[in-house]
């Protein structure tokens, strides 16, 4: 084969990290603290960058899949937490919406406020709600490169039927993305070669 | 294993239909053409939607890794042709920066302009060029829901030293489009079961 096939597997931790299956989530700050110490986990581990991301039940609070960050161990820009885990929620389903007819409703909870290319993946993805914890500037601060990003992208994603929860446990979502900055995480923005 | 992994194939037709790996495509229209041929081969087998992609070397004008649209097979609303070309083509090179320190600057090109996902994907990839066939307004007109780009987004991405060219074969591009549309092809845009 001339081309290769993709695989992106989720580290070794995350398994044990999220041992109780049957776990439910209730409140959207429970949700956010589980999301953050995957982020918190991932960076401990060095096994991606500092951000974390779930699929959860809206109504239920069960987690359907996790997210990490695995841009430079998988050596693959699109591997954003928030990518990760609409990619494991729909191979779970087995179906690329996760809005489809008798589902039940789904929310993305995100450790930071998605960049532009996961946010364009929240509309495709078939979530109803959207969740974030700290801020696109919070991940700028440090370095990262959100890329263009619209205004008024919260009303594009209410108009789609999609609502938006904002600065849940902010701080301590921006305090993994801190922490990471300070000891020298590897910020991987693209063209660093000029 | 709680969580599955995420593997995402070409189909089998693909590397038949690109059998020679020394081909030079010289051209912006060249490998335009080459891309929209993807597209358009990928409805003729069934095997996604109606778009192609490519990275290329731009100076020297090799492939280096294709993509085409393979959301509905895959379950998976993230498998865009840009998505599945830019991943397919950092794991070729084993780095998550296309424009890494001595690499020739690569180029993707995509049989229609990216929606809101891939146009962040576009900045994160390290490529410094894009080349886009058919337009926004293109893929719209058939049903699919681009998302939510930004005004002026070709200039975010010269700011980054991503060069833009539009418009290249642009109605070679559409009529795979059209022809999708006209003959029922799945408009796979999320939250259908409301």
């Given at each position: 084969m001339r081309f290769p096939q993709l695989v992106l597997r989720l580290p070794d931790w995350l398994e044990e990290a999220l041992?109780?299956?049957?776990?439910?989530?209730?409140?959207a700050e429970e949700r956010m603290t589980a999301v953050i110490r995957l982020a918190q986990l991932n960076v401990e581990h060095g096994t991606g960058g500092p951000f974390g991301a779930g699929i959860f039940e809206?109504?239920?609070?069960?987690?359907l899949a996790p997210g990490v960050n695995l841009v430079v161990p998988m050596s693959c820009?699109?591997?954003h937490a928030e990518i990760v885990a609409i990619a494991i929620a729909q191979r779970m389903v087995g179906c690329f919406d996760l809005g489809g007819l008798g589902m039940p409703r789904y929310e993305l909870v995100t450790s930071t406020e998605p960049c532009a290319m996961c946010l364009g993946a929240v509309a495709w993805s078939g979530v109803r709600w959207l969740v974030c914890g700290a801020r696109d500037e919070d991940a700028r601060r440090v370095g990262f490169d959100e890329g263009p990003k619209p205004t008024g992208w919260q009303q594009a994603l209410e108009a789609r039927g999609i609502g938006v929860l904002a600065d849940v446990c902010r701080e301590q979502g921006a305090a993994v993305l801190e922490q990471y900055g300070r000891t020298g995480g590897l910020i991987y923005n693209a063209r660093q070669g000029r």
């Open positions: 041992q109780d299956p049957g776990r439910v989530y209730l409140t809206h109504e239920e609070g069960k987690l820009s699109v591997a």
